[in-house]
């Protein structure tokens, strides 16, 4: 039975509404991105106004979606439970891999949310054409790109989106300009972040401030049924806070590279390659932002990733062979004492060799079906490690180089997907995967405690092990899609069951925990509604539950998401809009005893947003987040590891944020 302080609002709409609807007809907003029967994948985000500068605020709009919050522009992914290295988060359809540790460089994190153009996410089983590794899902985070002209002529096009919030003084800026016909295109982008600390309702969260760059070019071209694009990066994200974690960024800088051919066949087939590249450095440490509260430590990481993709489509058939590699290294120091050093990650290399077939079509005139099979393999590697240390760490140091650290994963994922429409207005969706993922770096190679964990942030060290087993998830998913001209809802029930879920148990050196095989599973509904009231008026929202546990034990998964419900309720006319929003979040006590996991109560803040076509060109938008300034604790939001706050504890969960007016200027031309 689910409990709860606060009574989810959509919840409650989402059961009763079917029964009561009788408003005028009136056409919705397109929930169906395909041409098959019912709402199909990926689920887009619906139309909001921009009020920060971090995309994955965006990404929580989502049904069965939310973010693990380390610091403001260090959001994790979180899809039905799972996060990290278990979802796949493509951007601009790039699988990015972290250069730290810790996560601080998220795939979000290098798309600001002035130049997104959309995110998306596969609801449910993600098909195996989607990614490689998508045990936790699939996730698409897709840029701003101009589109080609209409003639010979060329043209010049551009946006500017801009956006001041109050809460930590957050200014942002992103911009794209192009010159285009109908052969070729010149973009070129980029966006500024800049902020202060952030505030709640009792003080300050230090360190919070921000500070992020980005510039990009990109070119196209294209011929009869050729096309061609090259797509350039850079990231340069500054001194930036990140609270939940040891210690704080100080410079995430580098490039990533893309370019792709896509060509058409006489036969109707299409080809596809691409290639791509990223070369990212990060700097991170515990004394620039916050208080030295035992020892100046500084940790220098990099990575290096190189990848290629193959792809063939024809008549319901996709084909496609996926390689890619990632080298990454990490090194900590202390300025004030140069003889200390650990070597912590030296070389260490994951290579990922992948192939798939999946055939989407009509079974016969009742059913439609997507199935797929993707075999990959995976290597791993890491070179010696070394610390100026004795005594255990110099042991750990000598136990890990003589280990065999190279290491050899198969994986094998199938998925299904059936559609049948019951009605005109209604269609049923059932779903069945064998997923896998191979162990992340940290969970095999992290040799000495530490926090290095993708970004648990917990508070506490763990070691790796390089014996760890793959995860294999056994999936399944039951869902309807019921739409008529005033209402639509489309709930899913979904069931993980997991073997070799890889967490922290209790075991490990120096009373770290370390990263081991545990049996899980992981079950829940989420649902996306929407009624329009009337030609003007209109109610829409989700609802999202997953409950993890342990199979092995009596106890719960570490940071699984409450129960959260989203209601809007929207004034429409066709020069503006407003919209009042109700965010309401259970109280989450089923909580990891492994991890010493807190309990946090549930709440519910209130949200205003309004936007305003001026002319053809520009728009208005604002609003006011939080509006009660009501204080409370995110159960995502990890523990205070920053000393020297007289506002929040060390130890003790970050609060959310308190109330903030935005405001934001929209110019297209």
Do not use: C
């Amino acid at each position: 039975m689910l409990r709860s302080q606060v009574l989810p609002l959509s919840l409650l709409i989402s059961t009763l509404l079917p029964a009561i609807a009788n408003a005028e007809h009136v056409a919705l907003p397109d929930m169906s991105v395909t041409t098959t029967a019912g709402e199909r994948v990926p689920y887009a985000l619906p139309q909001s106004s921009l009020s920060s500068a971090d995309s994955g605020e965006l990404f929580k709009k989502l049904p069965g979606a939310n973010i693990n919050q380390n610091g403001p522009l260090t959001s994790i992914v979180q899809y039905r439970g799972m996060y990290a290295d278990r979802v796949n988060v493509l951007v601009d359809g790039m699988a990015l891999s972290a250069a730290g540790p810790n996560r601080m460089d998220s795939p979000l994190g290098y798309l600001p949310a002035t130049l997104v153009d959309n995110i998306s996410v596969y609801r449910g089983i993600a098909p195996v054409s989607s990614g490689i590794e998508t045990i936790g899902g699939t996730v698409k985070a897709e840029s701003k790109q101009a589109d080609y002209g209409s003639g010979d002529k060329v043209e010049v096009h551009g946006s500017l989106n801009s956006l001041y919030a109050s809460n930590g003084d957050t200014r942002s800026v992103g911009a794209v300009a192009s010159l285009a016909n109908q052969h070729h295109r010149l973009q070129l982008s980029g966006s500024i972040d800049r902020a202060h600390d952030q505030e709640f309702d009792g003080g300050d969260i230090i360190p919070t401030e921000a500070e992020r760059d980005t510039l990009g070019l990109a070119y196209g071209f294209r011929l009869d049924n050729t096309e061609i694009d090259f797509d350039l990066k850079h990231l340069d994200t500054g001194e930036t806070g990140t609270p939940a974690l040891p210690m704080d960024i100080m410079v995430i800088r580098g490039e990533t590279f893309n370019t792709g051919i896509r060509h058409t066949l006489s036969n109707g087939g299409e080809i596809t390659a691409r290639l791509n590249y990223q070369d990212v450095y990060h700097r991170m440490d515990n004394f620039s932002l916050r208080p030295r509260n035992m020892m100046f430590r500084q940790n220098d990481t990099d990575v290096l990733a190189k990848g290629i993709e193959l792809g063939y489509n024809q008549g319901g058939w996709a084909f496609g062979f996926d390689a890619d590699s990632a080298e990454h290294n990490a090194d900590i120091s202390d300025p004030t004492n140069v003889m200390f050093f650990v070597h912590n990650f030296n070389e260490v290399e994951r290579d990922r060799l992948s192939a798939f077939a999946e055939w989407t079509g009509a079974i016969n005139d009742n059913w439609q079906m997507q199935s797929g099979l993707r075999l990959t393999h995976v290597k791993m590697d890491a070179g010696n490690v070394d610390t100026n240390m004795g005594g255990m760490p110099a042991t750990l140091a000598n136990n890990f180089n003589n280990s065999d650290r190279s290491q050899d994963d198969t994986l094998a994922d199938i998925a299904m997907t059936l559609t049948r429409s019951l009605s005109s207005s209604l269609d049923l969706e059932l779903g069945f995967a064998r997923k896998e993922r191979a162990p992340s770096y940290q969970e095999r190679y992290l040799w000495l405690p530490l926090q290095a964990t993708s970004g648990l942030a917990d508070g506490k060290t763990y070691v790796g092990n390089v014996e760890l087993d793959p995860e294999t998830a056994y999936q399944f998913e039951i869902g309807v899609d019921w739409h008529t001209s005033e209402f639509a809802i489309s709930p899913r029930v979904f069931y993980h069951h997991v073997n070799d879920y890889i967490q922290g148990v209790s075991g490990g050196p120096m009373n770290s925990l370390v990263f081991s095989n545990v049996d899980a599973k992981l079950y829940g509904i989420d649902t996306n509604w929407l009624w329009a009231l009337s030609e003007h008026w209109q109610l829409d929202g989700t609802v999202s539950y997953v409950r993890g546990k342990r199979r092995d034990t009596n106890d719960n998964l570490y940071r699984i998401a409450p129960l959260t419900a989203r209601t809007q309720l929207s004034y429409i006319e066709p020069d503006w809009r407003l919209g009042f929003e109700a965010v309401t979040v259970a109280e989450q006590n089923q909580v990891s005893s492994e991890n010493e996991e807190e309990a946090t109560s549930g709440y519910a803040i209130f949200n205003l947003s309004g936007e305003y076509q001026l002319s053809q060109s520009l728009q208005l938008q604002g609003g006011i987040n939080n509006l009660l300034d009501h204080k409370y604790r995110n159960h995502l939001g990890g523990y205070n590891q920053a000393g020297g706050n007289e506002d929040i504890a060390v130890g003790e969960r970050l609060p959310g944020l308190g109330r903030s007016v935005y405001v934001g200027l929209n110019l297209n031309w």
